[in-house]
Each structure stands twice: as structure tokens, then as C-alpha cells.
């Protein structure tokens, strides 16, 4: 694959687990004031705080955390800050990633984290072209350029490899958030997440969308994940942690438009037409038929394996591949079965 920028894997490590731009270390505390008796638990965040903590939000402002005796404090992430390293060494209680492989990596980097519970039931990563050049399924790549950001250029070889297409047949061009390559004709292909629904705009109705799940490359998205140690020694404060959240997003599922202005009167830089454009994708991401069936928050063995195995195979792992029981761990989820919403 030609590529005009280099990255090894430890910078590959780094770069996804802040995974975008934020306020770096920024600390924002929305537990009920004067309560002195709620224990407080630090969320940190792999980015920016917007819509993926919809549920989060939701849960503080309905007293779901103060039910479980908990306080919620939000810290945002952002590109000088190691989100999974601040939960490893016990800064923050549990995490939210945009990634699962983040957490894959983390844990061949010896980092003791694990994933408890995944957000987002398919990734929203995206490749979008227009009508006048689609690309539609993994062939259509070939002989393209696609512009991508650094941390997410392992993505598109993981879909090549899945799909049995040589790398050098499809150009690379690091980019940043903007779609405008895609728009001024310097690339045929631009990434992003379907959930972003204000920088897509741009795009307008010609737009055609390739997502990394449908290539082949079954991620999770806005993983949960927490220590070791926290699992042995606190395993009552990370059930009401996630029993919390999980109330929060099937009260976001109920009610999207106050969902929406719930995170504007929190984040009042943020734009409500867009975040109300944005907030339907949202829940369907974090609802299909898995969750139907087996509800919020759930993943799978299996799912877990086949990410270990792409990206083992394709040398991501400094050392021997995690296994699935190092990366993730089912059993909150089951202990909190009642409290997980079963919207499909």
C-alpha cells in the first residue's frame, strides 16, 4: 500500500486510544450537588465528550448513578492522553474507547483492562464515495485513493486482507476529519463515522456509504471496560456503574429529543439541530436485533476472537496475541441482565 505517512504500532496505540481531538484532561463532574454520601467514579473518556455519552448523560440527570450510590465525573480524553492507561493505573474507574482494538492492544501492552460491555453493537467506521464513483463493496477499492486518518489507515488493511486485496492496489492519503478531499477530487474515498452527521452534510444526497462491519471487519465501538482489580475487589460498584449506563441508554432509546437536550445543556458548544440529526444513528447503533434478543451492552466470544485473529495476523501484537478471556469478560453483563434494555 503506498502511504505518505509512516506509523509503527506503538504510535498506532497511542493514537487509538485517544483516537481524536479533545479537551485534554478535562474533568467535567455532573453528580447531584451536596452529595456528600454518593461515592464519586470517573468515567474516562477515549475523546471529546458528544453524543456517545447520551446514556451517561441520561443517567445522571434521572438519578440512575445516585440510585447505585455513585456520583458520575466525566474526563475527557484527547490526543495527549492515554484513556486506557488512566483507567489501568486506577486515575479513572472505568473507560469508554471509540474502539475495541484499542483494548486488544492495551492488553498485549500488559496494560490490566477489560471490556465489559460494548456501546455500540456494529462500528459506524465508514467509507464514503459519491455516485459518480462509488464504492460499494471491498472490490470497488481497488485502484482508488483513500483518504483516511493516521490511527485509522490499520482499518483499511485489515479490510483489504479480509477481502484478499494486495495493498498496493489502493493509494493511501492521510488526512485529518475533513471530507473535502473527497469533495475536490484528491481522493475517491474518505472515512468517518456515520454517527458524525454534521461533517457529513457536505457529502449531500449523492453521497454512497461502505461500512467497515458490512466490508468484513466486525468491530465494537464505545467499549466499556475497567481494571482487573476492580472485577475482583469492587465488583458491586462495576455492576452499578454499567447498571446505570445501561438504564441511561434505554432512556435515550425512549427519548431521543430530550436525550439531545440533556448533552446541549451540558456541552452548550455543541449544535442541537445537528445532535437531533445525529441522535437516531446513535440509537440505532446501540440497539439492533443482538440487543433484541440479548440486550444493551452485549458482544460476543466469537466476535472478540475473529478481531484478536485479523489483527494478529497482520503482526499488530508485539508479542503473543491476547486471548478473548484477557480482553473480555461476560459476566457483568449477565449479573445485570435485569437492568439491560431489550430494544431491537
Keep these: 500500500m503506498r502511504d505518505r505517512t509512516q506509523f509503527d504500532r506503538r504510535s498506532l496505540l497511542r493514537g487509538m486510544t485517544a483516537l481524536g481531538a479533545a479537551l485534554a484532561g478535562t474533568r467535567v463532574s455532573i453528580g447531584p450537588a451536596g452529595a456528600a454520601d454518593l461515592r464519586t467514579v470517573r468515567l474516562q473518556l477515549g475523546w471529546l465528550a458528544g453524543n456517545g455519552i447520551l446514556g451517561e448523560l441520561a443517567a445522571d440527570r434521572n438519578g ?45 501492552q500488559g496494560l490490566p483492562v477489560k471490556c465489559i460491555a460494548a456501546g455500540y453493537q456494529q462500528h459506524p467506521f465508514t467509507y464514503f464515495s459519491l455516485e459518480r464513483n462509488p464504492v460499494r463493496e471491498p472490490k470497488d477499492l481497488i485502484g482508488k485513493t483513500v483518504a483516511t486518518n493516521g490511527t485509522a489507515r490499520i482499518l483499511l488493511q485489515a479490510l483489504l486482507a479480509a477481502n484478499g486485496i494486495p495493498e498496493d492496489q ?57 481494571t482487573d482489580a476492580s472485577l475482583a475487589e469492587h465488583p458491586e460498584q462495576v455492576r452499578g456503574m454499567l447498571r446505570a449506563i445501561a438504564r441511561g441508554w434505554g432512556w435515550v432509546h425512549d427519548n431521543p429529543g430530550a436525550a439531545v437536550d440533556i448533552l446541549v445543556s451540558r456541552y452548550p458548544n455543541l449544535d442541537r439541530d445537528a445532535e437531533l440529526a445525529a441522535v437516531e444513528p446513535v440509537v ?46 461476560l459476566s457483568v453483563l449477565d449479573d445485570i441482565a435485569a437492568a439491560r434494555p431489550v430494544y431491537g
Excluded: C
Design 170 to 226: 489502493v493509494e493511501v492519503l492521510v488526512m485529518g476529519a475533513d471530507m473535502a478531499p473527497l469533495l475536490t477530487g484528491q481522493a475517491d474515498v474518505v472515512t468517518g463515522w456515520k454517527t458524525n452527521v454534521g461533517a457529513l452534510s457536505v457529502l449531500g444526497p449523492d453521497r454512497v456509504d461502505m461500512t467497515l462491519w458490512d466490508a468484513g471487519i466486525r468491530l465494537y465501538a464505545n467499549p466499556y471496560y475497567v
Design 64 to 108: 440512575f448513578f445516585a440510585e447505585e450510590g455513585l456520583a458520575l465525573e466525566i474526563v475527557a480524553g484527547g490526543p495527549n492522553v492515554d484513556g486506557v492507561a488512566s483507567v489501568a493505573s486506577g486515575r479513572a474507574d472505568i473507560g469508554s474507547i471509540s474502539s475495541s482494538p484499542s483494548l486488544m492492544l492495551a492488553r498485549s
Design 284 to 329: 440505532r447503533y446501540s440497539f439492533n436485533d443482538a440487543t433484541r434478543d440479548h440486550g444493551w451492552g452485549m458482544m460476543t466470544r466469537d466476535n472478540w476472537q475473529a478481531q484478536i485473529d485479523i489483527y494478529d495476523r497482520l503482526g499488530q501484537f508485539e508479542g503473543p496475541a491476547p486471548s478473548v478471556d484477557d480482553v473480555m469478560k
